[in-house]
């Protein structure tokens, strides 16, 4: 059998699975599972194309990986077939272990660290492989010698960020957040075994670091996005306290183990995996949209309002709330819904606060090769961005409550 | 409020809603519905980044109306704002009546003619809108006396398809599909109150022909969709006859109601149709997915095929199958299944055929001005394109079943 | 020195220079001269921002040129490093003998035939470059065993096509000229040292020559394109006419030498072909500037014409004119222009006719390899083209004159 | 006659002329001139692909212009149909008095202020016109009440610049140039008379700033094209030289009058004007296709390095080079070339510098009005864009001189 297939890819035309071993972790039920998950989970209420999956992003990932791997070959930089087989495998896994509507229910749902997660995943995968992916795995945890195959699989320059900045801009019709990811490629080098810009490119970063701003704020962290997540996460758990309660709450099997915490601790991860490699973005909808009927009227409420898009509205701004607003607030929210605990008011009423920043030093640098291979943090190296800006997160403080 | 939303579409850049009413009936939880109905389906199994619904559709070719009423208008074509809002109002709604996975499940889910369904939604929406929709009922009906704005909604050279053939070879990826949309547009005109276009367009026209024909045999009727849409169909059908035996069948409140083919027909409509309009694909991924651990063998082998892509295989001919080679084949299924019913062999195996013609006049012409306002069908306008040929239905017989 | 060039393409992101000697006839004057002779001529005159040159749809084939070979190797035809650069090679020089405005004035400028011209060029350019060219020669004269490298050079479906409608289409912004490129290359390969493509890339294949009579009619043979250039050749046959009677008439020297007609025939070629491989449209393009304040009638109200575009008219039609119709027109002309020579209508009016067809057997076949590996032409593989159609040349009757 | 043409445009794909006097603009001599000024002028010897015109421009930013004035009016600001036609006319008119390599030769081939040549033609086109463009050019010059019309047309944020920076990434294929042109021009709104950006474009804002600042040092002051910028300057001065000693030196009849400096100088503009009117690239390029083969030594030189891309190197830095750097550099060249006269030295290298600020705040801000209908500048509403650095000119010094 033929497992060299091309997939056609809007964003970059076709993708061609280079090794039989990409196929096979293809095939996985734990890889078709990313097909029901959404890149961008709930942020389709505001761009209603950008319901692109993480299984396309990982496609892209790879592709990119592939490019990557060309460019640095015909640099001389010697890497052999089997390297580039594990760099390949191990972009391909770095999101297998997302759960659905990853970043905003991933406490929710299972109480313990992603990467926990996603490495007794692998492991299980390697198992199920007979240690086909043990290469890729020293990959994935920095544990290989050549460090810059990690780092093209995870760093400040990495091929998933190239992929997913670009891909989601395309998806979202957010044009601006287009990034060279071609010429940055091209420009890939290594320096004593670390991933290196050549000086060439460096306009190409700065666009980069750039568009990387413009989508989280204008995307990942949109004021309506960020209102159906914090409506999301509320739901969850609300029905994770009826439950506890012993309220009947509709759900698939997968999703019940999940709204019973009981059920779910760091310790007992063997137990409940199988059931966690089950759920998508399919459970939670299908759920909502039952919920709509509850009788609880938080429960009913809150999901009436994510399926049928009636969202809070959110107020952002750089300083923290006075308490007397939130007083207000607070006390206008108990009446209207004529809630009897206190408690309850945080089910229709969130303050918080949200931050980021461009670019991030402490995890990790992106480097320049200037002329006679000096090395140059990119805040050093260009003239002109502003790095000290760029790195310090911005912190937005927000209100995201009802409408009336 | 201000309703006259712009909306981000990678496929247009920007659309804007031009009416309040417009957004009113977006706002409306049966059109969010559309936002969980994938418009290809299936399709996805071949061509991953095709996860594009139907709410981006129809607000696509709400954005061609609106184009194309413009360039009639700048013709000196008489048309009032009311009649605008009412041509848009109409496309809106053109896609309403659809259920998951529409035309393969249809029949399955509610047998009762597509149409029917459709028309009785409209008519209870406009009730709910205060009959806000009666004029743009009457042009979706073409009832009324401007027979171009019903061709507009629906015609061989419509904006449902100019829309979906231009987003479906965008999101799969197959460029060769593009079409002229905007040319296209540009060159309508209305001669004696019907669509007509000017001769210039010509070879638009056929360019939009012979990519509807690429994109069918390329897309729609893919060997491996197809394959997939059969096994949905029979997945369905198993799980009802299951629940006509009184074995329990995990769904949604809706799903359950539909699976139970006694509930359903065409008398009753008014009694589940706020069911139906609950419906979407998620009730169906969900199903799939806790069915694939079912104790029927047939719910669960299928189920497990579709949620994990492990598809029937197809072949494809001119001619029909050999009624010979067809038995030999069932009993080659019947022996490897271990099936005790003859009737059994049908969930494992589907012999039928597919059709496609490119143009289709029996359905309604595209009509050609040429100078002097001489009005041809493109068959005879045309001095290359072989409409006979084209317009000749292409039948494909298939066998579709189970790899070993 | 790093001969192996990136260059920024709109039309494919990155171009490489894969070997030195490609980089090497790059800079050699000849080529260069590419890049001051327009791909489309006139035909900037209709569609503004087509104003591309051969140098870029040369770099264009190049590409191609290498995504094909690689496409074949991983298909395990067996291709030589020498005969990969011999075949980029080949692919670099197949315009190399054009002059400016290529077909509208090859037979005023030198009437030899252009390929007898274009052999000439690249022996010396072989001489030159001391032998490096020599393989690449057999392969463009179809000198070399492995034919199918010829026909990626030259046959129906070579690389060259596969680029101009491409970049025409990219340039002129005729979107529905685009094909399918990657597509198509993906899918060729070698059967009995021939090209071939797998039937999977059918439907890709007929889009491809649909797409190429689209082109022909809207851009190449355009009206008011073939206007333009029937005024440029008359323009040009009026400079010689006015050299030959001892005239002064405004010219670069390279231009002037082939002004005097007396200069130039088959045999002495190597004395005119140095002037010739100086000559672009910039010659062309500031003569018709200066002449068009010439004293001459002829000369000035042509060169006019074309640089203010002030163009003749140009009718259509199936039929040859009617020769009554034609002398009314004469006359008309006559007495407009108070000409006292008939002979001199001539310059104000054309009657000729153009023919294209879009897929042309006589000049080779695009065969398609079946299942099993069966050949079969195009016209036979397709359930629906119509070759017959497509095939047969289409014959258009013009009659092009002032306009007043 | 229809003179509401439509023209394809890769671009933008369509643009329509919106009025009959656009039509007779565009149809003049001198307007149709810019067919024969690229846009970029020997930027082509880097990007092989931006051999785009000013003409296709200059259309591009009246299709913006058309856009922007429906947004504003959109936003219920009345703007008459006449101030509309003005101000369409207006930016078709803002290139007209550019000529040939406009910035590199705009000192050496008419010494005067390039805007004062703008403002003398735009006069004498008035008067041809009859006076048609007496409102276009009162917005032009600022001199129209609503200023917002005026800064459509030139400033910080006019379409001139969206569209060039837009049109130049598009075709040089440095994809990252890109900007969000359309979202742009959707948050457009006038404040008091002013052109302002609405708070929600503020990131399309920052993107272009930084866009623009790569496409100066990628694009228009990238090494390659500052050094034959360079050598450009010097041909024409040296021809200019040659032609104050009596030399011969080929040209055209227009291009003759400025190699001729006694004829030009500011006061007697109107006498040369329209020879300056007939100049174009075609002139520049003939001319130094024939200098190649001059007797003077210099002249020959710097044709055939153009004409034959043999540049001069260039270094960049941020220091001014050392003086003792300099002079060995000169010596060696007086040395190399064996030149008599030290004068002579300037013609083989040049020590100049090149400076560029992202925003200018003196050429005139943008604002941005928040919510309430606070105005701010970009440089004080962005969170994160650190406006000091972006204004603060950046300096490059280099020295550009001959490669051995």
Redesign the interface.
């Known amino acids: 059998m033929n497992k060299k297939k091309?997939?056609?890819?809007?964003?970059y035309?076709?993708i061609t699975l280079p090794y039989d071993s990409i196929y096979d972790v293809i095939?996985h039920?734990w890889f078709?599972r990313l097909?029901?998950i959404q890149q961008l989970g709930l942020s389709?209420l505001v761009?209603?194309?950008a319901?692109?999956?993480r299984?396309?992003h990982t496609?892209g990932a790879l592709h990119l990986m592939g490019l990557a791997l060309e460019v640095l070959k015909s640099k001389k930089i010697i890497i052999s077939d089997l390297e580039c087989e594990a760099a390949c495998l191990a972009i391909l896994m770095h999101d297998i272990g997302h759960g659905p509507f990853s970043h905003a229910l991933e406490k929710e749902l299972a109480p313990v660290h992603h990467e926990e997660i996603s490495s007794y995943i692998m492991n299980d995968l390697n198992k199920q492989l007979n240690g086909k992916l043990s290469l890729a795995l020293k990959i994935f945890n920095n544990d290989y010698e050549k460090k810059y195959l990690h780092q093209l699989v995870s760093s400040q320059l990495d091929v998933d960020r190239l992929d997913y900045l670009n891909r989601d801009s395309?998806?979202?019709?957010?044009?601006?957040g287009?990034?060279?990811y071609?010429?940055i490629i091209?420009m890939l080098n290594v320096h004593e075994d670390n991933l290196v810009v050549e000086e060439k490119g460096i306009?190409?970063i700065?666009?980069f670091i750039?568009?990387r701003?413009?989508m989280y704020?204008?995307v990942y962290l949109h004021k309506t996005v960020v209102a159906a997540e914090q409506m999301l996460i509320k739901v969850i758990h609300r029905a994770k306290y009826l439950t506890s309660q012993g309220k009947e709450v509709?759900g698939?099997?997968?999703l019940k183990v999940f709204l019973d915490s009981k059920n779910i601790s760091a310790k007992n991860i063997d137990e409940w995996l199988p059931m966690f490699m089950?759920l998508?973005?399919?459970?939670i909808?299908?759920a909502l949209?039952?919920w709509q009927h509850h009788d609880d009227k938080i429960l009913s409420y809150l999901s009436d309002g994510i399926?049928?898009?009636k969202l809070f509205k959110v107020s952002f701004q750089?300083a923290t709330f006075n308490t007397q607003i939130i007083k207000q607030e607070k006390e206008k929210t108990k009446k209207y819904f004529k809630l009897e605990n206190d408690s309850d008011i945080d089910y229709y009423m969130v303050v918080n606060s949200t931050s980021n920043s461009?670019y991030n030093k402490q995890t990790g640098q992106i480097y320049i090769m200037q002329k006679g291979n000096t090395i140059k943090d990119i805040a050093y190296a260009s003239?002109?961005?502003?790095i000290s800006?760029?790195s310090a997160p911005?912190v937005k403080h927000f209100i995201c409550s009802w409408k009336n």
């Not at 091309?6 to 964003?11: G, Q, R």
């Not at 395309?170 to 601006?176: L, N, Q, R, Y």
């Not at 998508?280 to 459970?283: E, N, P, V, Y």
């Not at 003239?383 to 502003?386: A, C, G, R, V």
């Open positions: 091309i997939i056609n890819d809007p964003v035309g076709f095939q039920p078709q097909r029901r389709n761009y209603p194309s319901v692109h999956t299984f396309q496609l395309f998806f979202t019709g957010v044009a601006e287009v990034i060279g071609d010429r091209k306009y190409s700065e666009k750039v568009s701003r413009l704020w204008q509709f698939s099997p997968s089950k998508d973005d399919t459970d909808y299908s949209k039952v399926i049928n898009r750089s461009a003239d002109q961005l502003n800006v760029l911005v």
